[in-house]
Every structure is written in structure tokens, then in C-alpha cells.
């Protein structure tokens, strides 16, 4: 199902830039990858010329709908790219200073903000923040936690808790929490809520009617074919709707992640962006404004998103994010400067690709389950594909190509796996009591564990499940079942249906009472009060929402 027109017509386009091949090679996306429910693709050359505007598949599974180019995405962490150009006017402003220290910033708006603990690092600026060079721990976790503490409340009492994993300044850590402190100051600065300056400063001058925040009142009221339905991965590959609703977990990081827009209105977000980087006459952008945080600040280890590094001699051309900037990525295509950004939420995965050399720019956004980054990969080639075409290249993808990608060049990172992992479970065993206890983190809400007619229990925030010993794994090894609570408010029915730990547990001793739990190769560690002696390893496999992330957990004394 592909649905309305483009934005031109073909006697528009040059002979080398054909717009039914570019048609074509989104259907043979659509047609050839059944993890995805609908996408949508918009791209421009000229700066702000529309080249291409299409929507593709359904809107909602369950009800056929189609999508059309009407149709909202959210654009995840697109969305920190207007966070940080409204940053950037009031460092023109002279309200804020980019080499200005958090705690000195907060403080010239009446607020007291500085991380807890000793030998902590003050030094930790607004540019550090926006270029995800602080060093500090994702506590990605958090995002959906579930508890409901007020905005000032998480970022003056939680965040100070936030613990190093580097120092600052030495290496790219992403970190989502970073921006909505920003976005915090920055309703301080100018007095009013960050939604309502975006709106004021962005969305309303460029024409972009169709693009809100999912804390917006009007999102809530989306239906039909006005709201892609976000999609996770279920048992046997089927596709799980996630319900409106869940994006609401995400209000509170709005200027991290939160806007939800068009193909269309993001087309005019990149030809502004393009005018205002070519210093066209008349841009609403301000060039000066966008150079300050499209300069790269730190290099990126590897690709964000990525399952295939695109460079030759394997690919006919190299395609190389290499820094963080704020709120954009630094990057090359072919020969040329290229500045971009991925988005993901639940279920969402979204692009925005620009060379301003060439004044060309797609956007493509994208609903349904991610295997091991597959989304966002098939982006990028749709992405490659439509840069070569605006730029009058010979593209060096096809519609077989971008269906088989990475064959035929290379056989690596082509096996993918959609579908469950068949486990056998073991009869409960005895002595588990050494287990059980509340575990407690600064940040993170309670671990609880507990002992239930010989079967291990645990809560976690919102989850809650069953710890069962896998056939063929060590003493002590187990998984836990996540089931989220029946009756808690705003708990997504889909979540239920398959999420998951992997705990090993390894004690000689009687009891517990410190757990280290390695998120994404990071550690933060949970106490019970009382002491030992023993070490407990807990190694953890998340599955909330869209992804799967192997993480080890560690329980010391």
C-alpha cells in the first residue's frame, strides 16, 4: 500500500533523477521488509524546494488504514536538534554561555543544581551537555520507569545523583537526560515552557501546523490515518500495536525526544535549515545560530544505530558519522560534509540527512519492531539512495540491493533473527532465601526481590516477574519473566506479552546486600543495608518496548 503523490511532478525532475524509481525503491522496501507497518519519506533540493513527499503502508495494521502524508511519525531524537538551536539564541542573546558551568547557569535563573558525592567534576558546561561529552551514565532505564515526580524534582534532586562512567570531556556517552535539563534551563530563560517556545520560535514560523509534542493535548485526540500506530517485535515475528497512550512516558523528555511531525512539515524544517546554512536572503533560520551547534564537539566511537559500517573498498562509497556537534551529527557522504540525526521511540524509528553543499536534504520515518538496528539501517540506504538521486549520481543501491543489503558486496551482518528464542525452563529449587531483599539506587526506583511458594519474585519500577533457571545454564543462573502489573495505571498491555531478564547468580555465602547492575556496559549498584562478604553476578536481557540489550548485572557485598 503506498498512498498520495509526491510533491512534484516528473517534468519537474532532471532525466538522471527519476521520481518513479524513487517510488519505486520505497515500495520494494515496503514490500521486501514485513517488520515495517507504514513509513514515510519527504526530500528536498534547492534548499526548499519540495523533490519527493510519499507514505507508505498501513497506519494501523489491525484496521487497514493506509498511511498518508497526514500521517504523524514521531521523530524522536530529531527533536533535540530545535532544543539545541534554542539554546543557541540565547547564547546570541547573551542570557546563557556555552563554556558557562551547569551549577553557574542554574544559578543565574534562582535554582540550585550540583551533583552529589565526593571528588565530583563541577566543570560540566552546557555544551558538555548538548554534545554528549559529560561522561555521565545514560539511565536510560529511567525513561520509562514510571514514576511521577515533577520536571524540577527529577532534574534538582535525581540527576545530581547521576554517577561518572568517564571523565568529562573524554569520551561520547549519549545521554537523553542531558537534554531535558537543558530543556529545563531553558524554560527558565525565557519564562515560559519549552513547548511553547519551540512552537513560538520554530514550528509556527516555518509553517509547521501538522507537528506537536506528544505532551500535547491535540496528539492525544490523533486517530485514523492521522497517528502511525508504533509497533514492537512479538512472539513468531507478528507486530504488537503499542498504545498511544506510552508515548506520554516520553512528555517529560520532549526536548530529547518528544515532537511528532509529517514527512511534509519535516521538509520544511530541512529546506529552512538549508536556506539558513547556505545564508539564502529571507531564511527564518539564523545562519549564525545554526554554525554554533552544527560544529562538531567530540569524536563519535562508531556509528549510532548502526549494524553495518558503510566504507569502501567493500561498499562502492563510504558513508562516516565522525562528531557529535549538538543536536546533529557530523558526518560524511561520498566526498561531501553531511550533517544528520536518527530518532527512535517505541515501536518509531526516524532520519534527517542534509549536505548543504548540495542543498539537498531526506527525511524518512519509519513504524514497526527493530531487529538488532534493521530499522534504522534501512534508512540510511533509503537515504543514500535519494542523496545520489538529488545529486544526479549514479545511485549504487537498486531495488534488489537495498532488499538484500549487505549482498552482494559482503555476507557480514545479514543474519538477522526475528523471532523468540525457545528456552526450557527448570523445576524451582530450594535455598533461594539468600536472594531476597530490597535493593536501593539513588536514581533508580527499588529492586525487590522476594521468595513466593518456592519461586523467585522480583519488581523493578514498573515490571514485575518470575526468576526461572534456564536448562543447561550454571548453578544459580535464571530468567526472569517480566510481567508488568495488571492494575497500575498506563501500563501498555503490549508490554506484557514478551519482555524479559537473564539473571546469573553465583554465592557461596547466605545473603545479599549491594547489587551492581551493568546496563549498556555501565554499572550502578544497588544496597539492602545489610553485609557480607559474598559476590552475586545477575546478568540482565532487557526487552522493554523495541529493544533487546544484553546487560549484565552484579550483586556485591
Known sequence: VSTQSTGATRSQLTASYDILKLDRICQSVEDCHKGIASFT???????????????????????????????????????????????????QEGKIRWDQTLSEAFADYG????????????????TDALSHRTGLKTYDWLLVDGRNYSKAYWI???????????????????????????GYLLELVGEKSFEDQIKELMFEPLGMTETMFVSDEAYRKLTGNKIAVPYKEGRDSELFPIPQYVMEYIGFHNPAGGIVSTAGDMAKYMGALLNAYNNEPGSILDRHTLMNITEPRIIMNGQIGDICLIHTPIFPVTEKQFGYAMGYIAAAYREYQMINHGGSTYGQFSQM?????????????????????LQHQIQRLIYMYFLDSLMEVPPWLNASSICSFPKPWTEECSDQSFG??????????????????IYYNPVYPDLNITLDNGTLMFVLGLGNGTLLEEKGQPLHSFTAIMNLPTDA?????????????????????????????????????????????????LYLLIGLTTVLLSTPITFYS
Open 420 to 437: 523468540s528464542v525457545e528456552v526450557e525452563y527448570m523445576p524451582p529449587r530450594e535455598n533461594l532465601t539468600i536472594y531476597e531483599g
Open 353 to 373: 540527512s542534509l549536505i548543504p553543499e548540495k542543498k539537498i536534504g531526506v527525511f524518512t520515518a519509519l513504524s514497526g519492531y527493530d531487529a538488532m538496528g
Open 156 to 182: 534538582t534532586k535525581l540527576l545530581p545523583h547521576f554517577e561518572q562512567e568517564v571523565s568529562v570531556r573524554y569520551n561520547f556517552i549519549y545521554n537523553n537526560w542531558l537534554y531535558s535539563l537543558i
Open 489 to 537: 495505571p498506563n501500563i501498555p498491555e503490549y508490554a506484557k506479552e514478551r519482555c524479559g531478564f537473564n539473571f546469573l547468580l553465583e554465592t557461596s555465602e547466605k545473603f545479599v546486600n549491594q547489587v551492581e547492575l551493568v546496563y549498556m556496559s555501565q554499572s550502578y549498584y544497588f544496597t539492602s543495608g545489610t553485609s557480607g562478604l559474598n559476590r552475586v553476578r
Open 111 to 126: 535554582v540550585e543544581f550540583s551533583f552529589v558525592g565526593e571528588n565530583r567534576d563541577h566543570s560540566l558546561t552546557i
Open 41 to 91: 519519506v519527504s526530500a528536498v533540493k534547492n534548499n526548499d524546494e519540495l523533490a519527493f513527499l510519499k507514505s507508505y503502508g498501513y497506519a494501523s495494521v489491525k484496521e487497514k488504514t493506509p498511511a498518508v502524508n497526514e500521517t504523524r511519525f514521531s521523530i524522536g531524537s530529531i527533536s533535540k536538534s530545535f532544543t539545541a538551536y534554542l539554546a543557541s539564541k540565547y547564547v
